[in-house]
């Protein structure tokens, strides 16, 4: 019975962890974006 509330809990850890990043990186996708296009583009024309 602990095996399977061990499985249990690990799959509602990485469902609710899943929903929350998503929801997370809905409302903060524009901010990382521009974070990352930048750095990029410059080693991209630097190289």
Do not use: A
């Not at 602990?2 to 990186?25: A, D, E, H, K, P």
Request: no cysteine.
């Amino acid at each position: 019975m602990s095996g399977f509330l061990v499985y249990f809990g690990t799959f509602v850890v990485i469902v609710v962890g899943s929903w929350l990043l998503r929801r997370r990186s809905n409302s903060v996708d524009d901010y990382y974006e521009r974070d990352y296009r930048d750095p990029q583009s410059s080693t991209l024309e630097g190289s």
